[in-house]
């Protein structure tokens, strides 16, 4: 049974940094693409980045790109996003996403989320 789970939430002012970590397990981490998306109350869940199976290839939503970095540790099991330069506008739930191919709009498998709450 493959499960994500996301941890590292929580309650910020704009301007601050965060770094959201998902655990996988049941699945070999190695050999599968990791994402972040989001979903702010309202609207529709978006894409953030995704990261290779090795960590050499990334890809970010141009919201996000230069003020988040997403990572992997493959001896872990673990993905991280490193959120910095936060603004309101990055208020949401934030799912961890894994998958043979994890694209801007489908993944294979979803974590629960955690929610990142940032005020002006």
């Known amino acids: 049974q493959v499960q994500l789970v996301e941890s590292g939430g929580g309650l910020v002012q704009a301007g601050d940094s965060l770094r959201l970590s998902c655990a996988a397990s049941g699945l070999t981490f190695s050999r599968n693409a990791m994402g972040w998306f989001r979903q702010a109350p309202g609207k529709e869940r978006e894409f953030v980045a995704v990261i290779g199976w090795t960590g050499g290839s990334t890809n970010y939503a141009d919201s996000v790109k230069g003020r988040f970095t997403i990572s992997r540790d493959n001896a872990k099991n673990t993905v991280y996003l490193q959120m910095n330069s936060l603004k309101p506008e990055d208020t949401a739930v934030y799912y961890c996403?894994?998958?043979?191919?994890?694209?801007?709009?489908?993944?294979?498998?979803w974590g629960q989320g955690t929610q990142v709450t940032v005020s002006s």
């Open positions: 996403a894994a998958g043979p191919i994890v694209s801007s709009n489908s993944a294979t498998y």
